[in-house]
């Protein structure tokens, strides 16, 4: 089973839609991170969390949020979609100090038509 | 801010070619050092790193120095395989949080 777990893999839905993208991991980490992907930028990060109570914005939070429900979950949310978020998203995790690896889930694909 | 600058791609070679990616950073203090690899369909996983000046990271024939008097981490291979096409992301710990450059795609032909 994989550590760090994405769902749904694939998802296409219409503009002014919510969705919602979970992460969950099995590997103990206290720290979770959203990243989108696209073509040419590498990774940008949306939110972090460092534990169950503190989130954080990222470089590029407008127009998502997030909850993190308990050390194991962390969910994405776009509250309304729209089509330029249209990136493969991913979640990551890494040990509750630095100079750590992030361990990240297989991404989830995400179109907004 | 920090930053992280690597090598546009596609970098295209031939099998057991030799390999490099070059990646600059820019930071405050001295952050470890990544290289992360994300095969087709997959998430990024961690190739190497390095968390001081002078370290040497490794792993699966891959080595990459960091070089503080260069501000380079540069992705080396001495022969490499079409099993390694993928595409490679240097990146940098700032503090709380990885930056990543924007990935070079390698592909390996027979």
């Known amino acids: 089973d994989a550590d760090v777990t994405q769902t749904p893999r694939n998802r296409i839905t219409k503009t002014g839609k919510r969705i919602m993208l979970e992460c969950s991991q099995t590997k103990g980490h206290d720290r979770m991170y959203w990243y989108r992907q696209d073509p040419g930028l590498g990774l940008r990060l949306i939110y972090y969390s460092f534990d169950v109570k503190d989130i954080n914005k990222g470089e590029i939070s407008d127009g998502y949020s997030v909850s993190r429900q308990a050390q194991a979950k962390f969910s994405l949310s776009l509250e309304s979609a729209i089509p330029n978020q249209t990136a493969l998203y991913f979640c990551a995790t890494s040990e509750g100090n630095s100079n750590q690896p992030q361990h990240f889930g297989d991404g989830t694909r995400l179109s907004i038509l | 801010g920090d930053s992280v600058t690597q090598m546009e791609g596609p970098v295209t070679l031939s099998e057991e070619a030799f390999l490099t990616i070059n990646c600059t950073y820019t930071a405050t203090g001295y952050p470890s050092l990544f290289w992360y690899v994300q095969y087709p369909g997959e998430g990024l996983q961690l190739l190497l790193k390095a968390t001081k000046a002078d370290d040497k990271g490794s792993n699966k024939g891959f080595e990459a120095t960091y070089r503080k008097e260069t501000t380079s981490f540069h992705l080396e291979k001495g022969s490499v395989q079409v099993s390694d096409s993928a595409v490679y992301f240097c990146?940098?710990?700032?503090?709380?949080?990885?930056?990543f450059g924007s990935g070079t795609r390698l592909l390996v032909r027979p």
């Open positions: 990146g940098l710990d700032s503090s709380y949080k990885l930056i």
